[in-house]
């Protein structure tokens, strides 16, 4: 009895807590027994498997149900969400580009990335996208294509838009059942959060990281500033109210997340209860969620800018004002596109690094310092990406509501 009582207390209790808990607990656990602490990686390893599991099932399941279950009246509201998320991706990359120019950084390369093959191009980026469109839907469901997914989900759901209301019933009825998975698995975050901490400290440790303090804190700068700051903005000046409450609860119920499971599509399932907590339509952020975390990537073409301006900056290079302002929207395209590139937004500097004529084997060695700051980086990166998705459907959601009113 009194074991039921102690689930059953755990499972009313406040989340974000509770991940907390998990945090403090993983980092002392690191410090007294490193040996132990890589051994309990296997709890964090388990729910990040769970969450990418059932993420690709969950967004072509609710995707389609909302689409064939949309009353012919009701109105979605993507475009302003996909111009806020383009233009969130752009912003970044010129922030990039300020701080890099105010704290310009020297590198000392490494080898490491010489087994990856980057791509050629912006053409490469964009064709790789493409056929991820057009992919098997069995296969894009295996492979978590969310490009795919989404296109067939689309499909599905507008085909299913005259079915009758019991087709559409048993849809809408999947979709509750597959979200009741999701809510339990994400009742687990603070089990597997305290597993990724230490395993994560126990075998990676910062030592690596003292060398390469300046990078990390311009991209932190970078990432904290478009969060803190130029986020609040684009939100205030799109709902008239203060931004900071809706701005603080998205990094704290979706950037503490994904911070620590480095995964935008692991995230999705997070983001998705955390727009129905905050009621938004349901419509949209079945969609524009799964296509957040495909195209709004402030935080890879912050990580792409940078890492490039200190390659540049390396290697000599003069560049005038123009050629930066061309380094942010290609960044911003490159960015879109690191979902369907292997390696995500470090094997897309290269392609960046190309406009100022640096070799690539020079390159590389830029995308290894990324993969040893990675740690911090990815994660910081991710967290970004992912609480913005939400703060950007919410905002447009409450601007449209007040709208209404």
């Known amino acids: 009895m009194q ?26 656990l690191a410090t ?4 132990h602490a890589q051994s309990v990686g296997l709890l964090g390893s388990l729910f990040v498997g769970a969450l990418k599991a059932v993420a690709p099932i969950l967004v072509f399941i609710l995707v389609a149900a909302s689409i064939a279950n949309q009353k012919r009246d009701q109105h979605t509201y993507m475009r302003p969400i996909v111009v806020l998320y383009l233009l969130g991706t752009f912003t970044a990359a010129l922030t990039a580009v300020v701080l890099s120019f105010l704290f310009p950084t020297t590198l000392t390369l490494v080898s490491g990335a010489e087994g990856a093959t980057p791509p050629q191009g912006i053409a490469e980026v964009l064709n790789t996208l493409l056929f991820k469109l057009v ?8 492979s978590a294509n969310y490009i795919g997914i989404l296109a067939w989900a689309i499909g599905l759901g507008l085909a299913l838009h ?15 059942g597959v979200s009741q998975i999701v ?17 994560t400290l126990a075998t990676t440790g910062f030592e690596a990281l003292a060398g390469y303090a300046q990078l990390l804190a311009v991209l932190l700068s970078s990432m904290a500033f478009i969060a803190l700051v130029v986020n609040p903005i684009i939100v205030l000046v799109k709902t008239g109210e203060n931004p900071y409450p809706l701005v603080l609860q998205c990094i704290r119920e979706s950037g503490v997340t994904a911070f620590f499971t480095r995964s ?17 339509d349901e419509d949209t952020y079945s969609v524009s969620i799964p296509l957040g975390a495909t195209i709004n990537m402030a935080g890879a ?74 740690v911090v980086q990815d994660s910081a990166e991710t967290a970004l990406n992912s609480s913005t998705d939400v703060v950007f459907t919410a905002a447009v959601c409450k601007a449209k509501q007040k709208q209404a009113k």
């Open 301 to 374: 073409a912050i990580t792409i800018t940078t890492l490039t301006l200190a390659a540049v900056h390396t290697m000599g290079i003069e560049i005038d004002l123009m050629t930066a302002l061309l380094l942010s929207v290609v960044a911003s395209v490159s960015a879109c596109g690191a979902s369907g590139v292997a390696g995500g937004s470090l094997l897309l500097i290269p392609l960046a690094c190309g406009l100022f004529g640096i070799p690539n084997e020079i390159a590389m060695q830029v995308v290894a310092v990324g993969f040893i700051i990675g």
């Open 32 to 35: 007294v027994s490193p040996d």
């Open 162 to 176: 005259h079915a009758s209301a019991t087709t559409k019933a048993v849809f809408e009825d999947l979709s509750h």
């Open 135 to 142: 992919d098997n839907p069995v296969n894009a469901l295996m």
């Open 264 to 280: 935008s599509a692991a995230n999705i399932p997070v983001n998705m209860a955390l727009c129905e907590k905050l009621k938004l």
């Open 3 to 28: 074991h039921n009582s102690i689930i059953a207390r755990f499972a009313r209790g406040n989340l974000v807590l509770q991940i907390l808990a998990g945090i403090i607990l993983g980092v002392g």
């Open 183 to 199: 809510r339990f698995i994400i009742r687990l975050a603070p089990f597997g959060i305290f597993g990724l901490v230490a395993s």
